[in-house]
């Protein structure tokens, strides 16, 4: 028989393990109740290819971020941590054009809200912008649009956003000044127009060139940033005394939301509808995306009116999928260099990559005209190329398309592998044959 004060002792002994147990919930020691939540914080929301892939295990929602399913039992519902609300998810618009007002009828009657209605002269009958019934399926209502239209172009109404970063170190900064680039720096000749977020005009770097300013942003939405667009129009302008005949038509169809600058599918066929009609030469279009219908049947439609597009191959890395509009067949894709002619290590790579030129760490100017912040990406390269472009068709007369880029693909650096390459495409601006002139259109390839 075992005595009474052995049995007190025994009672005590056992309490313990469970005690400090107790205490340590009370300070959130246990951390392995519950696994924590693993993030992928993709940016690009425009572009999710996962389509009803199962992962186990996993929840999915609309901000692709996942979180495993908890192994073990949650800790006591009065010291489990509020979850917060999930948010609700957003529904994508939808573009079509070629409605015909019959048909616009019948999208109305079938529960779409029309947000806004254009007449562009690229695109038939007109172009809208939708909001489908909650009752219907993201694919089942662009198919239903088709149905309603027959005929029409559909798609989503995509996002696309400007392919600029921003920092370098002290001392690696690629500078402004045309005499310190190793790149021909041409300034924009003719009518050149470019689709980016709104232009500073009174700014400094770009006191007596010729402005236009337009917007294509639709009612109701926050005015986007000027930074980007001030950039892009000081590096397609250039820092020499500006040619006489040259003229800039910059179009605004950015807004700001969620902190950031984003043009939307309606807005940007809508900008290449008035640059079109105001018949610029080379339009520069600093800003990447998802593949668009709507989109590429705009720019097919400004290339048949001999326009040359100029598009940043965009900052997803060299593993990335094509970036749009760069990719399309009738767009000229650019991508960056740095200053020792090396690739940009976040650019984008592929058969349709067409030049390289300056993008990297570059010290763009403030508004006093000093070093400003740096800034790095596709976004600043594709200017370049769109003035040494503009420069060459201003010499040529109505020269077609092919024959201007013919021309270019002889005047640049050729490097990496020989001919056109998926890296540097037919090569890199360099300073070493300077601007190119008509003499380029002789040697064009």
């Given at each position: 028989?075992i005595?009474?004060?052995?049995?007190?002792?025994?009672?005590?002994?056992?309490?313990?393990?469970?005690?400090?147990f107790?205490?340590?919930?009370?300070?959130?020691?246990?951390?392995?109740?519950?696994?924590?939540?693993?993030?992928?914080?993709?940016?690009?929301?425009?572009?999710?290819?996962?389509?009803?892939?199962?992962?186990?295990?996993?929840?999915?929602?609309?901000?692709?971020?996942?979180?495993?399913?908890?192994?073990?039992r949650?800790?006591?519902?009065?010291?489990?941590?509020?979850?917060?609300?999930?948010?609700?998810?957003?529904?994508?618009?939808?573009?079509?054009?070629?409605?015909?007002?019959?048909?616009?009828?019948?999208?109305?009657?079938?529960?779409?809200?029309?947000?806004?209605?254009?007449?562009?002269?690229?695109?038939?009958e007109?172009?809208?912008?939708?909001?489908?019934?909650?009752?219907?399926?993201?694919?089942?209502?662009?198919?239903?649009?088709?149905?309603l239209?027959?005929?029409?172009?559909?798609?989503?109404?995509?996002?696309?956003?400007?392919?600029?970063?921003?920092?370098?170190?002290?001392?690696?900064?690629?500078?402004?000044?045309?005499?310190?680039?190793?790149?021909?720096?041409?300034?924009?000749?003719?009518?050149?127009?470019?689709?980016?977020?709104?232009?500073?005009?009174?700014?400094?770097?770009?006191?007596?060139?010729?402005?236009?300013?337009?917007?294509?942003?639709?009612?109701?939405?926050?005015?986007?940033?000027?930074?980007?667009?001030?950039?892009?129009?000081?590096?397609?302008?250039?820092?020499?005394?500006?040619?006489?005949?040259?003229?800039?038509?910059?179009?605004?169809?950015f807004?700001?939301?969620?902190?950031?600058?984003?043009?939307?599918?309606?807005?940007?066929?809508?900008?290449?509808?008035?640059?079109?009609?105001?018949?610029?030469?080379?339009?520069?279009l600093?800003?990447?995306?998802?593949?668009?219908?709507?989109?590429?049947?705009?720019?097919?439609?400004?290339?048949?009116?001999?326009?040359l597009?100029?598009?940043?191959?965009?900052?997803?890395?060299?593993?990335?999928?094509?970036?749009?509009?760069?990719?399309?067949?009738?767009?000229?894709?650019?991508?960056?260099?740095?200053?020792?002619?090396?690739?940009?290590?976040?650019?984008?790579?592929?058969?349709?990559?067409?030049f390289?030129?300056?993008?990297?760490?570059?010290?763009?100017?403030?508004?006093?005209?000093?070093?400003?912040?740096?800034?790095?990406?596709?976004?600043?390269?594709?200017?370049?190329?769109?003035?040494?472009?503009?420069?060459?068709?201003?010499?040529?007369?109505?020269?077609?398309?092919?024959?201007?880029?013919?021309?270019?693909?002889?005047?640049?650096?050729?490097?990496?592998?020989?001919?056109?390459?998926?890296?540097?495409?037919?090569?890199?601006?360099?300073?070493?044959?300077?601007?190119?002139?008509?003499?380029?259109?002789?040697?064009?390839?």
């Amino acid at each position: 028989m075992i005595p009474r004060f052995r049995l007190a002792a025994l009672g005590l002994i056992a309490l313990v393990p469970w005690t400090a147990f107790e205490a340590a919930l009370d300070h959130g020691a246990p951390t392995f109740l519950a696994s924590p939540a693993l993030a992928d914080d993709d940016d690009d929301d425009d572009d999710d290819d996962r389509g009803g892939r199962f992962v186990p295990r996993f929840s999915y929602d609309d901000d692709d971020d996942y979180e495993p399913a908890p192994r073990y039992r949650p800790a006591p519902r009065e010291r489990r941590a509020a979850r917060p609300a999930p948010r609700p998810r957003i529904r994508p618009e939808i573009v079509a054009s070629g409605v015909d007002a019959a048909a616009l009828e019948r999208i109305r009657a079938a529960g779409f809200r029309v947000l806004a209605e254009r007449r562009l002269q690229i695109l038939p009958e007109a172009t809208v912008r939708l909001a489908p019934p909650r009752n219907l399926s993201d694919a089942r209502a662009r198919a239903r649009i088709a149905e309603l239209a027959s005929g029409a172009t559909v798609d989503v109404n995509a996002i696309y956003r400007p392919n600029a970063r921003e920092g370098c170190a002290p001392g690696t900064c690629f500078p402004y000044r045309r005499d310190e680039w190793a790149v021909a720096a041409c300034g924009a000749r003719g009518l050149v127009g470019m689709i980016d977020t709104r232009v500073d005009s009174g700014h400094r770097a770009l006191e007596g060139r010729a402005i236009e300013t337009l917007v294509s942003r639709g009612d109701g939405r926050e005015p986007s940033s000027p930074a980007h667009g001030t950039e892009v129009a000081i590096l397609l302008a250039g820092d020499g005394e500006p040619s006489p005949d040259a003229r800039i038509v910059a179009v605004d169809a950015f807004h700001r939301a969620g902190g950031a600058d984003k043009a939307d599918v309606f807005d940007l066929v809508t900008a290449i509808d008035m640059l079109v009609q105001r018949k610029v030469g080379v339009v520069n279009l600093s800003l990447a995306g998802p593949a668009n219908e709507l989109l590429d049947r705009a720019g097919k439609k400004a290339a048949e009116n001999g326009v040359l597009m100029v598009a940043a191959v965009g900052n997803e890395g060299p593993k990335s999928k094509p970036r749009f509009p760069s990719a399309y067949p009738w767009a000229i894709a650019v991508t960056a260099i740095d200053a020792k002619g090396q690739p940009y290590s976040r650019a984008g790579r592929g058969e349709h990559v067409a030049f390289a030129a300056p993008g990297v760490r570059l010290e763009l100017p403030d508004a006093a005209l000093n070093p400003g912040k740096t800034r790095s990406g596709t976004s600043y390269a594709a200017p370049l190329v769109a003035a040494a472009l503009s420069a060459i068709r201003a010499r040529g007369g109505e020269t077609p398309i092919e024959e201007v880029v013919e021309a270019l693909a002889g005047h640049v650096e050729d490097r990496g592998a020989p001919g056109r390459d998926p890296i540097y495409g037919w090569g890199a601006l360099t300073s070493a044959k300077g601007c190119p002139t008509t003499a380029a259109l002789s040697a064009g390839r």
